[in-house]
């Protein structure tokens, strides 16, 4: 395995779109080629844009906008595609065509491919004279969630040789396919001061949306107050609801967090300055850290956390930090070791559990906020330069734990997961495809 075939066993293996030509896999993955080591592997049935169309499987108006986009539509072309790939691309270009994102200058090359977090991934290079590299991600409207379109820089470089900008975004297509796809624009971390939303004002990659906050008809001075996950002492919802204001309650009672929250997002209630954090984990579950350790609750209890919340946030990222088995993993490692990990208001508190688990990134943002604020001296971590060496670094020290977790556990986890639904990200590509827009295609 590993390199071109004869003609005699050709046909038995993989198309390449990328190599137009057969080739065997030597990786892991399937659809990575041996050759040119991109995933662009094709398993199904390929043909040329001419023949998919001449056998009716592409109409015309399809046709026209595939070769806008670049694919050549040349009879003899040896450019060959799996159909629906090509149907995905028709759709990509209506999108872009809706949407009209704001990329400058001609573009010059399109990148399309589906990443296992995300099947709607588009890098672009655009420029007139100079290049400029971004990614466009993204999601389907999913139950009562929106779509959500947007572009990232790739590099804040701008490069003056299109080879180097080709050579770059290769790079970042790699990064995005592996286990770590945050690491596509070698980011560093750094936390706002002036922003209230810290954690979304780190990543751009990171999307906040207040899922529900007091209306100016209500105060925040409820007699019912106390930060619970601070001092020890933990309430059921069934238990002090009368004690809620109405407003919360109804919230309460018709809220379905699957309509709003997808697994792994970060949920933060606030009342005031006191926070508290927790990973939703699907079908109203979420696990949080608590001076008594790790524990998933009811989406009601988590809420009651901090007495009656002024606010409740999701943290949605787009562009994921590790697998969600890692993630898994993770949460259920800090569970089985939650006596020697367990809660610390300055080292493990319930930020730190959900930024070290989701995000790889052992850090809390707020507490660092109010240390500041205190210690003209202190010494901050709302910086790292080096972001990918500290996921690594967290990484080692959570598999480090002595204590393994039961499989139980990790079912139940994974249980959660499964049983709050699945969420439309449209046809998965493939293979990758490479293609250079008719000159002067632009969409601003």
């Not at 999913?142 to 900008?165: C, F, G, P, Q, T």
């Not at 050579?167 to 209230?196: C, Q």
């Not at 209630?269 to 939703?280: A, D, F, N, P, V």
């Amino acid at each position: 395995m590993g390199s071109q075939q004869s003609k005699s066993s050709i046909k038995s293996n993989y198309w390449c779109t990328n190599c137009c030509d057969y080739y065997d896999s030597s990786d892991s993955e399937i659809n990575r080629c041996s050759s040119c080591k991109k995933i662009s592997l094709a398993h199904s049935e390929v043909k040329n844009l001419n023949d998919w169309f001449s056998s009716s499987k592409i109409n015309e108006g399809r046709k026209d906008r595939l070769i806008e986009l670049g694919v050549e539509e040349s009879e003899k072309s040896k450019k060959k595609y799996p159909l629906n790939d090509l149907i995905k691309l028709a759709h990509y270009h209506e999108a872009l065509e809706r949407r009209k994102p704001n990329l400058d200058g001609e573009i010059h090359l399109l990148i399309f491919f589906s990443t296992w977090f995300n099947n709607n991934c588009v890098i672009t290079i655009t420029g007139d004279g100079s290049y400029s590299i971004n990614l466009i991600s993204c999601e389907m409207s999913s139950r009562k969630m929106i779509e959500l379109l947007e572009v990232l820089k790739i590099s804040d470089n701008v490069y003056y040789s299109l080879s180097e900008a080709k050579t770059v975004a290769y790079k970042a297509e790699e990064k995005l396919n592996g286990d770590s796809p945050i690491l596509y624009s070698s980011p560093s971390l750094e936390i706002s001061y002036s922003s209230s939303d810290h954690l979304a004002s780190a990543f751009k990659e990171v999307k906040s949306r207040v899922l529900w906050a007091l209306s100016d008809e209500f105060s925040s001075s409820s007699d019912f107050q106390g930060n619970f996950a601070s001092y020890g002492e933990e309430y059921r919802y069934s238990e002090i609801s009368k004690e809620l204001l109405p407003s919360l309650r109804k919230f309460l009672d018709k809220f379905i967090p699957d309509d709003y929250v997808k697994p792994f997002d970060i949920i933060k209630t606030s009342k005031g300055s006191e926070i508290h954090t927790g990973i939703y984990l699907g079908n109203g579950k979420i696990v949080h850290n608590l001076p008594k350790g790790v524990k998933i609750d009811d989406w009601k209890d988590f809420m009651v956390v901090v007495g009656h919340p002024d606010r409740l946030t999701r943290y949605h990222p787009i562009i994921a930090f590790k697998r969600p088995e890692r993630v898994i993993s993770h949460i259920a490692k800090c569970f089985a070791n939650k006596e020697e990990y367990g809660f610390n208001l300055q080292k493990n508190n319930c930020e730190h559990f959900a930024n070290k688990c989701v995000l790889g990134l052992e850090l809390s943002e707020h507490f660092e906020m109010k240390a500041k604020e205190q210690l003209s001296f202190y010494s901050m971590k709302t910086r790292f330069n080096d972001v990918e060496n500290e996921i690594k670094r967290i990484d080692e020290k959570i598999e480090s734990l002595k204590n393994h977790p039961e499989e139980s556990l990790v079912n139940e986890i994974n249980e959660c997961v499964k049983s709050g639904g699945s969420h439309p990200q449209g046809i998965k590509m493939e293979a990758r495809i490479e293609v250079t827009p008719k000159t002067n295609y632009r969409l601003i």
